[in-house]
């Protein structure tokens, strides 16, 4: 059994000014050829395919493509998805045949010019191999699933976590499904019914609440046979783009029953949508209780998740240190923030360490929603950029925030960084001698998957309402081309 393997991960956020290069690409995750093989210490669904293959071994033979990553940004220029679909299709032409293709996506990919860039890309997988071949994708749970994406495969695999810790889990079970599909023991029927509702991704997890519920009814109609296997997908929210909403998708060797079932879970999900909603809270709100009611050895974290780099936004707001500044907390709270600002960051750098900066940081990119501001402060420390990811990512995956420094201003210690990387992890902080357990306030640029972590330190965690392209606050974002109506913009309509 020869099977093609390979990946491209990528999600987009519509309303941000940061983009992805081919660079961003190479410099973040990026394997081609036999790479795809070798020992890796990055837990992914690559692991997960290559795991599931030997335990079929010496029965199926993996062929790799490419398998590559970027962090998070706004629409991806056409260019760069073009060099991309180029390096994967002239892999697959040295393919001269193939009994089937296990590839990774995102699902919430959008082009310049092109809303499905996921969908574009199984198509040219689907052009190259030919009809008949199956084609089993991995996507992400917040993945927006087009009519594209299903028509082109023969089965789809979603997480089933959030925080996502199952990527391994997850390209394995894909495995599996296609080698059974390549046996011809299973000839599974994708059924996908879209719900109109976008919620915040600050309730996605999957361990509590209404996500929780939904999983527990899925797994339930495995279990009594309804469904071969279901994939839940609260879409990530901040596509403006015309096939956008939640989606379910089960697959079975019955039509009806996946359909029936596909149903039964798309009406239970449009049932609890407003059990989704959060509260929002402003930081002047936290820094007031957090004088007279900190908890005694507990950080308080507060979540920028509308500056998120894991949402596409471009992490350089100034927004919160601005108001920290404001609000005296610089002589008398121990406060952890970071922010993206390449020219800042190789400023900090090129002083050195106990060297007194004067700098102008932030809104390099995301100039729409704020403006710099002028800092006066020391640089403590000089990092070397790296760090190992822990349950915040792909785990053990390797971060680079490129040039950075920390700069102290009064108690307040900004770590400045030349790349976007995912802020989740306390691993960040403690590469360049941060301890955020030590520290009354720690600022993450997350909307939920810093929880993997932190909510081992602490249970004081607050989403704030501030400006950026990836807010919970969803009615304060321009859409324009999504279907109407469309929750939470309108409600008392049947979804269903």
């Not at 002239?90 to 293709?101: A, F, K, N, Q």
């Not at 902080?429 to 929880?451: H, I, W």
Request: with cysteine.
């Amino acid at each position: 059994m020869n099977i093609v393997i390979g990946g491209m991960i990528q999600e987009s956020n519509t309303f941000s000014e940061a983009s992805s290069a081919l660079r961003d690409f190479q410099h973040y995750y990026f394997l081609t050829g036999d790479e795809l093989l070798q020992p890796q210490s990055v837990e992914n669904e690559l692991a997960g395919f290559v795991r599931a293959a030997a335990e079929e071994a010496p029965g199926v033979t993996l062929l790799p493509t490419v398998f590559t990553q970027a962090v998070s940004s706004g629409k991806v220029p056409r260019r760069t998805l073009d060099e991309l679909k180029h390096i994967l299709l002239e892999r697959l032409e040295r393919i001269p045949s193939c009994d089937g293709v296990l590839f990774s996506l995102h699902g919430a990919w959008v082009a310049e010019d092109e809303d499905d860039a996921d969908g574009e890309i199984v198509e040219a997988i689907r052009s190259r191999v030919g009809p008949d071949v199956p084609i089993v994708i991995t996507l992400d749970s917040h993945a927006n699933v087009t009519r594209k994406i299903v028509d082109g495969v023969n089965g789809i695999v979603g997480y089933r976590t959030f925080p996502h810790v199952d990527y391994v889990e997850t390209g394995y079970r894909a495995a599996k499904l296609l080698f059974r599909i390549v046996r011809g023991e299973t000839k599974p029927h994708i059924r996908m019914r879209k719900i109109p509702m976008i919620v915040p991704a600050e309730r996605h997890e999957t361990y509590r609440g209404p996500m929780a519920e939904l999983w527990s009814e899925a797994s339930a109609g495995e279990r009594d046979g309804r469904s071969a296997l279901t994939s839940l997908f609260l879409v990530q929210p901040w596509l403006d783009i015309a096939e956008m909403g939640c989606s379910v998708v089960v697959m079975d060797e019955d039509a009806g029953c996946a359909e029936r079932e596909a149903d039964r879970l798309a009406a239970l999900m449009w049932d609890k949508r407003s059990l989704f909603d959060i509260k929002l809270y402003q930081v002047e709100e936290i820094v007031r209780q957090l004088a007279t009611e900190s908890v005694r050895g507990e950080p308080a974290v507060l979540s920028d998740s509308a500056d998120s780099p894991g949402a596409g936004s471009a992490g350089d707001s100034s927004f919160v240190l601005r108001e920290l500044l404001r609000l005296g907390a610089d002589r008398r709270l121990n406060c952890l923030l970071s922010m993206v600002d390449r020219d800042a960051a190789h400023a900090a750098v090129e002083a050195g360490e106990g060297a007194d900066v004067k700098l102008r940081v932030g809104h390099s990119l995301s100039r729409s929603v704020g403006q710099p501001i002028e800092i006066e402060g020391t640089v403590v420390k000089i990092g070397s950029g790296k760090f190992r990811f822990g349950g915040g990512a792909a785990s053990n995956l390797e971060a680079n925030m490129g040039r950075c420094a920390v700069v102290s201003i009064g108690t307040i210690s900004l770590l400045l960084m030349e790349n976007p990387t995912f802020t989740g992890d306390p691993a960040m902080y403690r590469s360049v001698g941060l301890e955020p357990l030590e520290a009354d306030l720690v600022l993450v640029k997350s909307a939920n998957q810093f929880r993997a972590e932190y909510e081992l330190l602490t249970r004081q965690i607050y989403i704030l309402d501030t400006p950026g392209a990836s807010t919970a606050n969803l009615r304060s974002l321009p859409f324009r081309h999504i279907p109407r109506p469309m929750y939470p913009f309108e409600d008392g309509f049947n979804g269903k």
